[in-house]
């Protein structure tokens, strides 16, 4: 089992940037498959971005490619998604999502066992 909890959401305006974090209680994330998805009002959830664990490939989706960056930070045991240059469309709740086995980032929401909570994020224009 893996327990995941998000961090760093909160209130920008556009144009800022904001930081999440997704850390894992009870175990290493370091052979965890790990992606971001997000879910605005009314909107069905979406992929955001994912990271492999091992030879590290990442995806992002279209909407938030150059924008975005997903990292691991092993020393601290998180997964990480840097938002910058952000827009009052990229205000969702966003998830961490994991999953173990063959190295890869997934982008499909299916692929995932292991989901958090979810931290607000709020673009004010």
């Known amino acids: 089992q893996v327990q995941l909890i998000e961090s760093g959401g909160g209130l920008v305006q556009a144009g800022g940037s904001l930081s999440l974090s997704c850390a894992a209680s009870?175990?290493?994330?370091?052979?965890?498959?790990m992606g971001w998805f997000r879910q605005a009002p009314g909107s069905e959830r979406e992929f955001v971005a994912a990271?492999?664990?091992?030879?590290?490939?990442?995806q992002y989706a279209d909407s938030v490619q150059g924008r975005f960056t997903i990292s691991r930070d092993n020393a601290k045991n998180t997964v990480n998604l840097q938002m910058n240059n952000l827009k009052p469309e990229d205000t969702a709740v966003y998830y961490c999502?994991?999953?173990?086995?063959?190295?890869?980032?997934?982008?499909?929401?299916?692929?995932?066992?292991?989901w958090g909570q979810g931290t607000q994020v709020t673009i004010s224009s």
């Open positions: 009870g175990r290493t994330l370091n052979t965890v498959n």
């Open positions: 999502a994991g999953r173990f086995g063959q190295s890869a980032a997934y982008v499909r929401q299916r692929d995932y066992a292991y």
């Open positions: 990271i492999s664990w091992r030879e590290i490939s990442t």
